[in-house]
Structures are given as structure tokens and as C-alpha cells.
């Protein structure tokens, strides 16, 4: 029913193949990367479906807006091509099931999608977040997560009747259409996976770095941190890399220096809990000690993170190299006090 709008005559011209060539984890010269991507559009095997580390960074890096990295994952599952393994695979789409036992926290301010995510309910406190609403759990979880899983079609089956719910129960009737987005992933499924899949989104998804940098233009008596911070770019984030700048605007009004490094920005790392998902261990653990050192090496006092996954992944190491691990979100509650 929802197929991926893309055109293949636009890989086709292509002659730079920025998708692979700027990949940090694929290694090709250009006439074998033109190659590949050839056999990718005809749907044939290719190295690339193999390779693949699924960090959603080739959507930022085409410069045409084709969805190279949702053909990727449509060619993989088509050809059943398994950048997880399967029993893990399996294990993970029974989890994320929904369970159609939770409901919304009541409130007249803002509506807040945490996602899988219900321990960051405290996060939602505070003069930013004051009387918020918010919903988490299973039942609101976007799904996108599967693509690192080579399963779109979960994603299919799964997405509409949560679009549906959401507007139904938690938007209609709220006075607003709109819906603060906590977490890359679900701002990245309605504004850039659905829109691509000819999937309608009846309601009007707002990235929590626009809702902070707005609600902290709009408060009085910000207290200036005045800390170093690196930030951890999540991969979501590639699919709405629009917003990375959003991140300059409130370290700006809370007093935050966001610290110049090698791993950043449209080089930003992952932090390599999907790789051990993949078992790829060892590059795991290379691009974490890669990322962290970075973070120490650009002097940083803290990492600030806003993917929740991220943060459980990367948050001991950061420790241990004497940074405060912190949410964004954290940040913005302390300086508006």
C-alpha cells in the first residue's frame, strides 16, 4: 500500500554518489560505488546491503532528496538480507508491540510525544514544561527503529493506526494541532519517512529543539551556564538535519559553548549500541573510543544528548572521561531555573 517515492533515473545521473562516498563507515572507490548503487535500483545483491551499519547519514548526504537509505532497507528486507540477526530481529518486533494499556498525563499547556520512553517523564518539569501533557510506551513508540532492522514493513503496519490514535485521542480537540516531538526518531517518522511513503499526518509534528528555543526566547531571567559542551548527534537527526542548527540557537540563549570538534555536525558518529545489535563489536568499540576522545580532546565539560538511546550507551564512557553526561533538555530546565 505505501511505497517509497523515489526516482531512480535521479541515482541513475548521479556522478558524485555522495550517499556512499561520504559514507564514514563504507570504504569505495567511485566507479565501484556507482557500481553498487546500480545494483541497489535494479535489486540485485550488492555489497552495500551487507555493509550497510544502517546510521541513516546517506539521507543527509543526497543532495537530491532520493531516499537513498529507505532504498537500502527496502532492498534488504525484499531480499531478505539481515543487518541484525534474525532471533534478535524477532525478539525486538514482539517488544515493540503496542499494548493498548497506556494513557496521557492531562494538562492545558503543550502535548509531549516521549515515545518508547516513560523514565524520561521527569524530564517534563519545570517553567519550560509547565503543565504539560505528555504521553510514553509502547503504544506511541513511532517504529522507525526498525529500519535499522531491515523491517519497513513493520514500520507499515504499525504507523497508521498510531497516527490515527494520536490524533484521535491526544490531538482533536486540544485547541492545537501540535505535538512536541522529545525524540529525533519520531519527528523523523512524520516529517521525513512518511512523507516519503505517501503516508498522511494529520496532526503537526514540532522538534523539541524549535518548542525549547522558543519557549526559552519567550522566559524571563535565563540563567547563563556558561559551560563547554559536545554534543552527541543522534542518527535520527539525519533525517531532519534542518534542526542541528536549532542546537547553536539555545546553547546560545542558555550560555553554552558548543565545542568545536572532528565529530560533529554532518561528521557526527554514532554511538555504536546498534552495531553491537549487528554484533560488529569491534567497530563498536573503535567508534565510541574515537567519539569520546574527541569530546575530551575539543575540552568539553559535558556531552549533552538528546537521543535517549544514545545517552544509555555512550553515558558511563563519558563519565569515565570526566564530562557530565546531560540531556538538552536538562540544560534548557536548569538555566530557566
Known amino acids: 500500500m505505501y511505497e517509497l517515492k523515489y526516482d531512480p533515473d535521479i541515482c541513475r545521473r548521479c556522478q558524485t554518489i555522495d550517499c556512499i562516498m561520504n559514507c564514514q563507515y563504507i570504504e569505495m572507490d567511485l566507479e565501484t560505488a556507482k557500481r553498487e548503487k546500480n545494483k541497489l535500483l535494479e535489486a540485485v545483491d550488492s555489497a552495500l546491503l551487507h555493509d550497510c551499519v544502517t546510521c541513516y547519514a546517506c539521507e543527509e548526504y543526497c543532495p537530491n532528496g532520493n531516499h537513498p537509505f529507505y532504498q537500502i532497507v527496502e532492498r534488504q528486507e525484499q531480499l531478505g538480507i539481515d543487518p541484525v540477526p534474525r532471533p534478535i530481529t524477532k525478539s525486538q518486533v514482539q517488544a515493540m508491540a503496542p499494548s493498548g494499556k497506556i494513557k496521557v498525563r492531562e494538562g492545558k499547556g503543550p502535548l509531549v510525544n516521549l515515545c518508547y520512553f516513560p523514565m524520561l517523564r521527569g524530564l517534563i518539569k519545570g517553567r519550560l514544561f509547565q503543565e504539560a501533557a505528555y504521553f510514553a510506551g509502547s503504544d506511541f513508540m513511532c517504529q522507525i527503529m526498525f529500519l535499522h532492522f531491515a523491517r519497513d514493513s513493520v514500520i507499515k503496519q504499525r504507523l497508521p493506526s498510531l497516527i490515527e490514535k494520536i490524533r484521535r485521542e491526544y490531538v482533536a480537540g486540544r485547541g492545537s494541532d501540535e ?159
Open 179 to 337: 505535538m512536541v516531538c522529545y525524540h529525533d526518531e519520531c519527528f523523523g517518522t512524520y516529517t521525513s519517512w512518511a512523507p516519503a511513503f505517501g503516508m498522511e499526518v494529520p496532526f503537526k509534528p514540532v522538534h523539541l529543539f524549535d518548542f525549547l528555543a522558543r519557549r526559552l526566547g519567550e522566559l524571563d531571567g535565563l540563567h547563563k551556564l556558561n559551560i563547554k559542551a559536545a554534543y552527541q548527534r543522534p542518527c535520527s537527526n539525519r533525517l531532519a538535519p534542518q534542526t542541528d542548527a536549532l542546537v547553536d540557537r539555545i546553547f546560545e540563549l542558555i550560555g553554552v559553548e558548543r565545542t568545536a570538534r572532528e565529530y560533529d555536525r554532518k561528521n557526527a558518529l554514532c554511538c555504536g549500541g546498534v552495531f553491537e545489535a549487528q554484533q560488529r563489536f569491534d567497530l563498536a568499540e573503535q567508534v565510541r573510543e574515537r567519539n569520546v576522545e574527541d569530546m575530551k580532546k575539543s575540552g568539553a565539560t559535558h556531552v549533552v544528548f538528546n537521543c535517549p538511546f544514545c545517552y544509555f550507551t555512550l553515558s558511563q564512557k563519558v563519565s569515565e572521561a570526566g564530562m557530565a553526561p546531560t540531556f538538552i533538555s536538562e540544560l534548557c530546565r536548569l538555566a530557566a531555573g
